[in-house]
């Protein structure tokens, strides 16, 4: 389970600590009301995030075992679309100030998780990359290694958009700077991409 934990990790640093939705999202609002005003959404968008990468896991599994097509499908369709994020990443600029003066709340996180269809993808990629489709002796094995992977994978996420929260400020300076924003994007680029290929071969 070590292992499998540290592999875990490993896969998914690229994608949870680089600038996508949720933790741009997070350090705006890190960046405008300051880390405190950020917990609330924070916890809304990892409840979520439990609750519905649990029930891609469960499911996942029967529908691969079924369907041993969609394991195929899922790997290539979601390299290319880890292959479009590490493209949109090299082609990135600056954020952009949020107008709205109201810091984002409970509600908020949870709908964030919800429509943010990049966590859909990286949840269907891991649960390829983690979860053995064959035939296994015990059921309960397979499902407890699913809450496990749903747990990790929610914990690293929570670090992960804590600390885009918690350098907010810093951040949002560095991404009004073209020259600064571009650095950060190529470099998450890069590794999105290393990603990709790795998940395709």
């Known amino acids: 389970m070590t292992e499998l934990t540290l592999k875990l990790v490993l896969f998914l640093m690229p994608l949870a600590y680089s600038p996508g939705p949720g933790n741009m999202f997070f ?7 300051g880390f405190a005003k950020t917990i609330s ?5 990892h409840l979520a995030t439990w609750v519905v990468t649990l029930a891609i896991g469960l499911g996942f599994g029967w529908i691969a075992t079924q369907f041993p097509i969609f394991l195929t499908a899922v790997k290539y369709v979601g390299s290319a679309y880890v292959f479009y ?19 984002a709340r409970f509600v908020d996180g949870v709908i964030l998780l919800v429509l943010n ?22 059921s309960n094995s397979r499902v407890g ?8 994978f929610t914990i690293n ?13 810093r951040l949002a300076a560095a991404f009004r700077k073209d020259a600064d924003a571009r650095r950060l994007n ?4 890069i590794l999105l991409g290393c990603v990709a290929v790795w998940m395709m071969f």
């Open 186 to 189: 190529v470099l998450f680029g």
């Open 117 to 138: 269809p990049k966590a859909y993808v990286i949840i269907a990629l891991m649960f390829t990359q983690f979860i053995d489709i064959g035939p296994v002796a015990d």
């Open 27 to 33: 350090a705006a609002n890190g960046a405008r009301f």
């Open 157 to 169: 996420n929570l670090v992960a958009f804590s600390l885009w929260a918690w350098a907010g400020d």
């Open 145 to 152: 290694l699913v809450v496990w992977i749903t747990t990790v």
């Open 85 to 103: 994020l590490a493209w949109c990443l090299l082609r990135a600029g600056t954020i952009r100030d949020d107008a709205d003066p109201r810091h």
């Open 41 to 45: 959404a924070n916890a809304g968008y």
